[in-house]
């Protein structure tokens, strides 16, 4: 397992111009964390009286291991530091948001009182049905500017949202709202991609058939020529919600530690969990790694090609991005339709200046060829940022060359649904190492450990942990505090974060991949669990294991061993109807690429199904020890 970094070539940096340091809001990195470091509390302190209170805190942290609190008794709202402050001071008119559709004119710009006003008007519709503090909202939308202010709306009011990504199918999309206990589902008639409409309606109707806590269905009609019918009982449209309302809604007080909303993220064993973020502490770290990490200034263009309904789009396209008064871009298209220049245009057009996107669209865009970014021009673009993997060197080198012309720092921003907000990274102006995130930023304790939880020396692989509490760190999981405690109990004292990692001598950190049974897809987290579950719940599956198979340019595609039932034989046809099934109770993301059909599958003696041994057989290499193993 270990790897050795003596063994490999001399490490590579590349040192960006030291203006990028110099005209940055985090100066010195060296100088910042030490700062940081001898006085944690100060140093948040200083950060988040850079927002809008109702009233301070009387206290930075309370810890009282594994549970923090951050900013207490503060009262605070995030929407008012994302909008009202930009309203009453000098961004009223400054554009806030450029949606992008699919179609050369389709487009919908929104300046921060544009969308100050639609968010207040929907917050009030959303009083009008009845929704009050501290309820579920659930949103599964594609991505266009009522997902935003939906969102908005939602933490305006004190309601808490749980955003399900667009592209999971109905059985997913139940299980969260069965776990949230949703009284409203808000939702689009339909979503488009690559010029085709994909309805979306009928998804939802089967995933509310068993949740009763869902009183109402809000849904955005797009198709106006054909509009879908609305029964009236239970569905309300989109912007009937809106009308008949005070224009004015008052930001809620919200507590430092009220809960702001929930986010699903795939879980190793069944059931996804319900990843809990509160008010106070989120907005300070989504608010400070986006003023100094992406180091956004008031001429920035802002564009992070992720859906909102990822934790990535939660933080760096709404509400971080927001509250530092940022021109964000979002687009409901595809990185390659109608052909692989599209982005490129977008950044031509609209003048990016920092794209934030994802290692799969990266590789991609690598197959595609250089020719089409070569046919745009680029030079507005002045950060780039990568999240959801490993930046493999290869695709930094070509991010970094064809992208960034050599001059744009690459921030490789580590970090995770759990964190809420970047954790390592290589800070603006620092020596970049091909391969490697970076290193902790300030505010933040990483380190690579072994199960003791004693840091592993430079170039052993070991468990990445986090050493102390930081603001935006979930407080639990929904109706699961004893998975919470699980995150903390793992490695004594330490956050666990489920990745294998190495640091090299120089202190940076790569991270190699997941320690555990989730598999990233093209940037999605897919538990093998829910793929497993999905397959065994289709009548000809007695048994499955599904396993992660490396992939150049999904990073991992998925595999699955299928045991049938004896009333069942292997076809062809069986295979075909398998992926359908998946991609129903699942979503399209799910679908394995391969299902063997297998008569046995290996197993611990007290019946758990052993992924490593299938995985190393499907690569050809050693299963290692497997005296553990059933006959
Ligand atoms: C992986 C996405 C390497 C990692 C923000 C983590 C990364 C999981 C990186 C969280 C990166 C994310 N380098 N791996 N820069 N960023 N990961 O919850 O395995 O969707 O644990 O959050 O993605 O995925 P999640």
């Known amino acids: 397992m270990e790897e050795s970094a003596q063994s490999r070539p001399e490490p590579k940096y590349y040192t960006p111009n030291p203006s990028y340091r110099e005209k940055s809001w985090m100066g010195d990195y060296s100088w910042t964390y030490n700062e940081f470091l001898k006085d944690p509390e100060q140093f948040w302190d200083r950060i988040a009286k850079k927002l809008h209170w109702f009233s301070e805190w009387d206290k930075v942290k309370e810890w009282n291991y594994p549970h923090a609190k951050w900013f207490v008794n503060g009262k605070t709202n995030i929407t008012y530091n994302c909008l009202d402050r930009h309203v009453l001071g000098e961004r009223r008119n400054k554009v806030a948001l450029i949606w992008k559709g699919e179609s050369e004119d389709d487009e919908r710009v929104f300046t921060y009182r544009q969308l100050y006003r639609e968010v207040m008007r929907f917050a009030n519709g959303l009083k009008k049905l009845g929704v009050v503090k501290g309820d579920r909202v659930c949103i599964y939308m594609p991505v266009i500017p009522e997902q935003v202010i939906a969102m908005l709306a939602c933490a305006r009011i004190g309601a808490v949202h749980s955003v399900v990504f667009g592209g999971y199918g109905a059985a997913a999309l139940n299980q969260r709202i069965v776990d949230a206990g949703a009284k409203i589902v808000i939702t689009a008639d339909m979503a488009i991609r690559r010029g085709k409409s994909i309805p979306l309606k009928h998804t939802i109707e089967e995933a509310i058939i068993g949740a009763p806590t869902v009183e109402h269905l809000i849904i955005l009609r797009r198709e106006l020529r054909t509009p879908v019918e609305i029964h009236s009982e239970m569905e309300i449209d989109f912007y009937e919600v809106m009308t008949d309302v005070e224009p004015d809604c008052p930001a809620e007080v919200m507590d430092s530690e009220d809960p702001m909303f929930i986010l699903y993220t795939s879980g190793t064993t069944g059931a996804p969990k319900g990843i809990v973020h509160t008010c106070g502490g989120y907005m300070v770290g989504v608010y400070y790694t986006t003023r100094y990490i992406f180091d956004v200034k008031e001429s920035d263009v802002y564009w992070c090609t992720a859906d909102p309904g990822w934790i990535t789009g939660h933080s760096y396209v709404v509400y971080g991005p927001l509250s530092v008064g940022a021109t964000i871009l979002i687009g409901e298209g595809t990185p390659d339709y109608p052909d692989a220049g599209i982005w490129w245009k977008m950044v031509e057009e609209y003048g990016v200046s920092i794209l934030y996107t994802a290692p799969t669209a990266i590789r991609m865009f690598m197959k595609m060829g250089r020719e089409w970014p070569d046919k745009y021009n680029l030079s507005s673009l002045r950060i780039l940022g990568s999240v959801g993997e490993p930046l493999n060197p290869e695709a930094f080198e070509w991010f970094y060359h064809v992208i960034g012309k050599a001059k744009c720092p690459i921030v490789d921003t580590w970090w995770q649904t759990e964190t809420g907000m970047h954790m390592i990274t290589t800070v603006l102006g620092e020596p970049m ?144 109807e398998l992926f359908y099934h998946v991609r129903i109770t699942l979503g399209p993301i799910a679908i394995p690429s391969e299902i063997e059909f297998v008569d046995s599958l290996p197993k611990t003696r007290s019946g758990k199904i052993v992924r490593r041994v299938l995985k190393a057989k499907e690569m050809g290499m050693d299963p290692g020890d497997i005296s553990t193993l059933d006959e």
Do not use: Q
């Open 433 to 576: 190492r091909p391969g490697f995130a970076g290193k902790s930023i300030p505010g933040v304790i990483a380190d690579v450990v072994d199960k003791t939880g004693k840091s592993v020396p430079p170039g052993t692989s070991g468990f990445l942990v986090i050493k102390e509490p930081w603001p935006a760190m979930m407080r639990t999981v929904y109706n699961n505090e004893e998975r919470y405690i699980k995150y903390w109990e793992t490695i004594p004292g330490c956050y666990t974060v489920g990745d294998l990692a190495i640091k090299g001598e120089d202190g940076n950190i790569m991270v190699i991949g997941r320690s555990d049974d989730l598999i990233i897809v093209s940037g999605h987290n897919i538990g093998t669990a829910e793929v497993e579950s999905a397959l065994v719940s289709h009548k000809a599956v007695a048994e499955a294991a599904v396993i992660g198979k490396p992939d150049p340019l999904k990073g991992n595609t998925i595999k699955a061993f299928v045991i049938l039932r004896n009333t069942h034989t292997p076809s062809d046809r069986l295979k075909n």
